[in-house]
């Protein structure tokens, strides 16, 4: 079982940035693939980033690809999305989650075992 932590959210305004941390808790940790997630009012929930347990390989949505970056330090169990050149567009909430099958990344939400409760994150035009 991981329990994981969503932190970071908040205003910015177009162009800021903004950097997200999920803490999860567990020793296992490290051999969880993570992703991030984000669903915008009156949308479905939408993959943006993941990264291996190892942190060697990434993969980004094609509307974050460039902007976003997703990192972990497994020492902390934290992951993390710095988010840059922040668009209104982006405006949803963040959710974290971790996958088993740890060595590779997965896009979609049904791949993913364990959630965060979500942090908000609004850009203001």
């Known amino acids: 079982q991981v329990q994981l932590v969503e932190s970071g959210g908040g205003l910015v305004q177009t162009g800021g940035s903004l950097r997200l941390s999920c803490a999860a808790s567990?020793?296992?940790?490290?051999?969880?693939?993570m992703g991030w997630f984000r669903q915008a009012p009156g949308k479905e929930r939408e993959f943006a980033a993941a990264?291996?347990?190892?942190?060697?390989?990434?993969y980004y949505a094609d509307s974050v690809k460039g902007r976003f970056t997703i990192s972990r330090d497994n020492a902390k169990n934290t992951v993390y999305l710095q988010m840059s050149s922040l668009k209104p567009e982006d405006t949803a909430v963040y959710y974290c989650?971790?996958?088993?099958?740890?060595?590779?990344?997965?896009?979609?939400?049904?791949?993913?075992?364990?959630w965060g409760q979500g942090t908000q994150v609004t850009v203001s035009s």
């Open positions: 567990g020793r296992t940790f490290s051999s969880y693939a």
């Open positions: 989650a971790a996958r088993k099958l740890g060595w590779t990344v997965a896009t979609t939400d049904t791949e993913y075992d364990y």
């Open positions: 990264i291996t347990r190892s942190g060697s390989s990434t």
